[in-house]
């Protein structure tokens, strides 16, 4: 199946909170749409690895994304080596996308600027014909990476209004039910746990949105410049 873009994340989770909105939007423009998760966040302090499966199966039918795959890498220990590029390499050359979509290019936690680094080598080692992968499938290289923007504060290079989407979005992120905020969860309190955490995420957006005259906007780092044939796209 050929996508028009697709997502990765270190883990389950990080779409949703990134960049959830941008591909509801895209999938309700009628792209192809898909996820690929580094890992199964195994070293999550709530929750277990099946059950972050499911949720993110979850969040990706809310999403409406035509695929979720999971690449099952060493949660925290992931390495941006031969080994996990040719694997990343396999699921960029099956799907075939346009554009890419990955972590921060740095970030608090760890795995995610490992990711977008993993991400931004294999994107462009997929695309050497000498490279071979199980399948020997065809080499291709994505038109664009973008990065989206996690905990850290970053400069966007540009900012997708996503203010119509907004409810989805939240919907998919509830769909980590183990990994948010919940009064009835026992488990122990985490980073991204407490009620403030998703109020962090929503102030985010609206100042996001706030730049670019909306209400809502999700964040995005480039690259290499992004060209436009007509100044109106840029309105």
């Known amino acids: 199946m050929k996508l028009d873009i697709l997502a990765f994340a270190s883990h ?3 779409v949703e909170l990134g ?3 941008t591909l509801v939007a895209h999938v309700q423009a009628g792209y192809k749409v ?3 998760d580094l890992t199964e966040g195994q070293l999550g302090t709530r929750g277990t690895a099946e059950m972050r499966l499911q949720e993110a199966r979850d969040a990706a039918e809310v999403m409406g994304v035509v695929v979720r795959d999971n690449l099952g890498f060493d949660d925290g220990f992931f390495q941006n080596d031969r080994e996990h590029q040719l694997k990343v390499i396999e699921a960029i050359r099956k799907y075939k996308p346009e554009v890419v979509i990955a972590n921060a290019i740095h970030d608090r936690h760890p795995d995610h600027g490992r990711g977008a680094a993993l991400l931004s080598e294999s994107c462009f ?3 050497l014909k000498m490279i071979k992968t199980p ?3 065809e080499a291709w290289r994505p038109k664009a990476v973008y990065h989206y923007i996690q905990d850290r504060m970053i400069t966007p290079d540009f900012i997708v209004d996503v203010t119509p989407y907004w409810e989805k979005k939240l919907e998919a992120i ?4 183990s990994q948010f905020y919940n ?7 985490t980073y991204i746990s407490s009620p403030e955490f998703l109020e962090f995420i929503e102030a985010r957006a609206k100042e996001f949105g706030h730049a670019i005259g909306t209400t809502y906007g999700e964040g995005f780092t480039k ?3 992004v060209g436009v044939r007509n100044l109106f796209d840029l309105i």
């Open 19 to 21: 960049c959830a909105g």
């Open 34 to 36: 898909g996820i690929v």
């Open 135 to 137: 399948g020997d499938r």
């Open 125 to 127: 080692k997929s695309g």
């Open 223 to 225: 690259e290499r410049h």
């Open 183 to 189: 009064p009835d969860d026992t488990s122990p309190n």
């Open 12 to 14: 389950p989770d990080d």
């Open 174 to 177: 509830r769909a980590f039910r």
